[in-house]
């Protein structure tokens, strides 16, 4: 059987002696190799920005957003988009994260997997044209992949690939490539290090700067943030505070009148003006905090 050549399996010359050397050695070592991600994933920064208006774009078409990854890259899809609803204020469906073998996967190893090429064609089975379907592996080469981006295909959504190799084959046929070289890990093959942290950078820009470009923040503040616990309520009354100069007092019970809604309180604040026609305002622009100011 031919083997074909997977650079995240490479091993580390740096640190073979990994075993032999001091605790703070052995973190210097690892510090060391961790500043080499950020600079692999500068130089995709073109295609992650591509990435990003090709989500904020069919998400203004009423498209989703979805991850789709095995192991470490599918449990990071799962947490960047269990983030996205208190964050952004969007529904629990608008960004989701799918990982090979279902939600025991998030907590145990799901023996074969990632090798089942029929369960990501009947993962992927979720999409609609609309959607955006982002693959997510370190080796880019997972058969459940292959068979979520056969369904994607099938669908005709958009799709995205995120892997630390040039030779993944979830780069063939996909729209936007993502591929941050990071090198070989620390431990050879522990792609949940290097691979994992570049993965992790990505996703948060592609949520991020999508969330951005159809208005889910006012400068760089979570405008549609959910209010469900003391320290979100407290954030809720201080970027009100911010925006509007109102004291902490009056900030909150604005807030309390309109159930925590942030761009409601700014407008009624603002606009010195009730709670049904802030809310018509930010209705008419289309929940867009900067154009109902205007």
């Not at 961790?34 to 073109?46: F, G, N, R, Y």
């Not at 995205?160 to 070289?181: F, M, Q, R, Y």
């Not at 470009?213 to 009100?240: C, H, P, S, W």
């Amino acid at each position: 059987m031919k083997m074909t050549k997977i650079i995240t399996e490479d091993r580390n010359t740096n640190t073979k002696d990994i075993d032999l050397i001091s605790t703070i050695d052995i973190v210097k070592k690892i510090n060391k190799e961790d500043e080499l991600v950020s600079k692999a994933v500068k130089k995709e920064l073109k295609s992650i920005a591509n990435g990003i208006d090709i989500i904020s774009e069919q998400f203004l078409k009423g498209g989703r957003l979805f991850y789709f990854g095995a192991g470490t890259s599918g449990r990071l899809g799962v947490l960047d988009a269990s983030e996205c609803p208190p964050t952004f204020g969007v529904e629990n469906d608008m960004v989701q994260g799918i990982i090979a073998g279902g939600d025991c996967a998030l907590r145990f190893a799901i023996e074969g997997a990632e090798d089942n090429f029929e369960l990501g064609q009947k993962d992927g089975e979720v999409l609609k044209k609309e959607d955006v379907c982002v693959l997510i592996s370190a080796s880019g080469n997972p058969k459940y992949l292959l068979g979520v981006m056969k369904s994607a295909h099938e669908k005709g959504c958009k799709i995205i690939a995120i892997t630390c190799n040039p030779e993944g084959k979830i780069l063939n046929g996909s729209d936007v490539k993502i591929c941050p070289l990071v090198g070989a890990e620390v431990i050879t093959g522990s792609s949940r290090m290097k691979a994992g942290t570049a993965q992790k950078m990505v996703l948060n820009m592609l949520s991020t700067g999508s969330m951005i470009k159809i208005g889910k923040t006012y400068e760089n503040f979570m405008i549609d943030v959910k209010a469900t616990n003391e320290k979100l309520k407290n954030r809720a009354i201080q970027i009100v505070v911010d925006l509007t100069n109102v004291s902490k007092k009056r900030a909150e019970e604005v807030l309390t009148n309109c159930d925590y809604k942030v761009k409601t309180a700014v407008l009624m604040i603002t606009k010195e003006i009730e709670k049904d026609k802030a809310n018509l305002i930010l209705s008419k622009n289309y929940g867009v905090l900067r154009k109902a100011l205007k």
